[in-house]
């Protein structure tokens, strides 16, 4: 699975938009973004994912540049409960009839949101 | 919605002993994950099974084994167990489809202390 890199530590303002970067320069045409997140020893916590189109749902949005190599996951209006680690995973999808659905963890980005 | 089940969630054992932790996937999950993740760092996979088989396997020791049942539960037992075994022991289960952009929901992990 391709390598990922983020910076280690952000800060946020209540009620502004998170802006989380990752930076996957060897990423495959067959490997998926997911970001995750982990808030104090909990369990990680799926967030979002895409291929190439950037993807919206109800947590977040995600923005992948053309060429692949980053990525940005944006929390609108983020919260204190936002509060945690986030990492951008990148991994190879499903094939055939054998998983190779492990999620390999790097440093993630620590996201605290003050008030 | 159901959420993967995992037990003990707390768990206190002495060196050399045996432990055995348990997981119950989200229903109609065929694919379930263990993860270690020790004191300040990321997690880290151990091994998967996918329809009852091992279908991967990452940096867990010989002293570690699991399977997955016919009900797709998975169970992951420890024996001679070490100080450095202390850890936090995620489970997680991802769902037979869509398929190739399987998603991992993590349980809320089994929080083992070896004394």
Redesign the interface.
């Known amino acids: 699975d391709a390598k990922t890199t983020q910076p280690p530590s952000m800060d946020c303002a209540e009620g502004r938009a998170a802006n989380l970067p990752c930076n996957h320069s060897t990423i495959s045409g067959n490997e998926?973004v997911?970001w995750y997140r982990?808030i104090h020893?909990?369990?990680?916590?799926?967030i979002i994912?895409g291929l190439k189109n950037n993807e919206t749902n109800e947590m977040a949005s995600l923005i992948i540049t053309e060429d692949r190599k980053s990525s940005t996951l944006i929390l609108p209006h983020a919260t204190l409960r936002d509060t945690a680690v986030y990492?951008c995973i990148v991994r190879v999808?499903?094939?055939g009839g054998?998983?190779?659905?492990?999620?390999?963890?790097?440093?993630?980005t620590i996201l605290t949101v003050h008030p | 919605a159901a959420g993967?089940i995992q037990s003990p969630r707390h768990l206190i054992k002495e060196k050399r002993e045996t432990a055995t932790l348990k997981c119950y996937p989200i229903p109609r999950h065929d694919?379930v994950?263990w993860?270690q993740q020790g004191p300040g760092q990321?997690?880290?996979?151990l091994i998967?099974f996918?329809e009852k088989m091992q279908?991967?396997k990452?940096s867990i020791p010989d002293r570690f084994s699991a399977q997955q049942f016919s009900d797709y539960h998975s169970e992951l037992n420890m024996s001679s167990l070490e100080l450095g075994d202390s850890a936090?022991y995620?489970c997680?289960s991802?769902p037979v489809a869509p398929?190739?952009?399987?998603?991992?929901?993590?349980?809320?992990?089994t929080?083992l202390l070896v004394l």
């Open positions: 998926y997911y982990q020893s909990q369990g990680p916590q799926y994912h990492y999808s499903f094939q054998t998983s190779y659905g492990k999620l390999t963890f790097g440093q993630g | 993967v694919t994950y993860y990321d997690p880290q996979f998967s996918y279908s991967d990452g936090l995620f997680a991802s398929r190739p952009q399987e998603t991992q929901y993590f349980g809320p992990g929080r």
